[in-house]
Nanobody
Framework: QVQLVESGGGLVQPGGSLTLSCAAS????????IGWFRQAPGKVREGLSC????????NYADSVKGRFTISRDSAKNTVYLQMNNLQPEDTAVYYC??????????????????WGQGTQVTVSS
């Protein structure tokens, strides 16, 4: 059974940082492209970043470019999203997802096959 579990969310002040983790069971994440998404209340799910399997190419949405960094730890079967300089508009539920097409670096949610349950990130003073 495939399971993705996000962790690391929480409450942070504007300008602060968080690192989200996406741990997998039932699949080996190195074989998949992995994406990070978020969804705020009343808004559509937004693609933030992704990393391909083959070659490790990355892609970032303009809204997070320069502030967020995606990375893998193969030994831990985990993908991370380092988030810096967080702002109130970054408040949302954050999700990771796995794409069976390993070379993809798409930020389109419909392209992903497996999803985690999400972790809440709240940026507020």
């Amino acid at each position: 059974q495939v399971q993705l579990v996000e962790s690391g969310g929480g409450l942070v002040q504007p300008g602060g940082s968080l690192t989200l983790s996406c741990a997998a069971s039932g699949i080996y994440l190195d074989y998949y492209a992995i994406g990070w998404f978020r969804q705020a209340p009343g808004k559509v799910r937004e693609g933030l970043s992704c990393i391909s399997s083959i070659g490790g190419s990355t892609n970032y949405a303009d809204s997070v470019k320069g502030r967020f960094t995606i990375s893998r730890d193969s030994a831990k079967n985990t993908v991370y999203l380092q988030m810096n300089n967080l702002q109130p508009e970054d408040t949302a539920v954050y999700y990771c997802a796995a794409d069976l097409a390993p070379v993809d670096v798409t930020l389109i949610p419909d392209e992903y096959d497996y999803w985690g349950q999400g972790t809440q990130v709240t940026v507020s003073s």
